[in-house]
């Protein structure tokens, strides 16, 4: 037996950062999956990807960290199964990695529904417990908002301390990802938000509190289509981010080549290179591609209803 798990990877519409201390962050699932398919072998852990084609013996091998985060979730699930064979994991993703669109956080909680599907149903708060664990393998402080969205999809407002509210809206959001090829690691990213913390309080305790107005005002933008209100908040969340040492010159340059033509953009992620989005109608993309650097990619996508699913094959 086949189990089958798929993901969609996110962007984030404000409050990152803001929301490892404290604060509310806004996310959307987006039309990029990752695709793992588990079953079971009688010995060794076999984990193939585009990135990686490794074989163990057995789940106390933790010496190789690009599939440290998946070990752990599988070590987890075979430990409440007592089971002790073998598995083939097959991750397919067309996500790109390092730049804020949630790739190993969709790898995380697709490889724990799957694997979890093996063995009987699993429910949503257990898959993105078990994601979260994963990840904290790579990244400590993680907020839990990238596994949350990943595994729940739509759009979500989320509290590292209170969970999630789902925002209702049918309408498609119409945006352009503009990765600026530099991967970023989030977890120094965060780090370097944490001195900027520690040695700016009284900016940063403002920020946050900007920060939630904001998130407020979105909110009611999304569920309202206001466009015009949604690019303001993203422009603005996009000042905050620089102000705490998240952008850089070329997330700068970019910002404002597309902010004429757009109603908005901003940074998706940590930050620090990675993807920007840009709210933009779809009249005006082909322009705005074509005067954009072709060292930078440019790509469209839209919002995704649909969290994590799991299908079974004989
Ligand atoms: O860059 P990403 O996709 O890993 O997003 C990180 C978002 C942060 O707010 C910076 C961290 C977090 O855990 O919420």
């Known amino acids: 037996m086949k189990s089958i798990a798929s ?44 990135i990686c084609n490794v074989i163990i013996d057995d789940l106390s091998d933790n010496t190789i960290n690009i599939i440290r985060p998946f070990i752990c979730i599988i070590k987890k699930i075979f430990n409440k ?59 400590e402080n993680t907020s839990g908002a990238d596994c949350t969205i990943c595994t729940y999809g739509g759009i979500i407002e989320y509290d590292k301390k209170f969970g999630f509210k789902k925002i209702n809206t049918n309408k498609k959001i119409n945006l352009l990802v503009i990765n600026s090829m530099t991967r970023h690691s989030t977890d ?18 403002l920020l946050c509190k900007k920060e939630l107005l904001l998130i407020k005002k979105l909110k009611h933008s999304l569920i309202n289509n206001n ?58 993309e082909d322009k705005l591609i074509n005067s954009i650097n072709e060292n930078y990619k440019c790509f469209q996508i839209e919002n995704e209803r649909h969290g994590v699913t799991v299908n079974k094959q004989n």
Not at 14 to 37: D, P, Q, W, Y
Not at 188 to 204: A, I, P, Q, R
């Open 7 to 50: 993901a969609p990877g996110k962007i984030i519409l404000a409050g990152e950062h803001f929301v490892v201390h404290g604060t509310k962050s806004i996310l959307c699932s987006i039309n990029m999956r990752v695709n793992v398919t588990a079953e079971f072998m009688s010995k060794k852990i076999i984990i193939t990807s585009d």
């Open 81 to 139: 199964y007592n089971y002790v064979g073998g598995i083939k994991i097959i991750i397919k993703s067309d996500i790109p990695v390092g730049v804020g669109l949630g790739s190993s956080s969709a790898c995380c909680v697709a490889v724990a529904a799957s694997v979890s599907g093996l063995f009987g149903k699993i429910t949503k708060k257990c898959i993105v417990e078990l994601a979260k664990e994963g990840e904290k393998t790579i990244f």
């Open 188 to 205: 120094l990213t965060v780090k370097k938000v944490m001195k900027f913390k520690h040695d700016n309080k009284k900016h940063f305790d």
């Open 227 to 284: 466009l015009n209100s949604i690019g303001t908040q993203m422009k603005k969340n996009q000042e905050y981010l620089r102000q705490i040492g998240v952008s850089n010159k070329t997330i700068d340059n970019l910002i404002r080549q597309v902010n004429y033509i757009s109603y908005g953009a901003k940074i998706t992620g940590a930050g620090d290179g990675g993807c920007i989005i840009v709210l933009i109608d779809k009249q005006n």
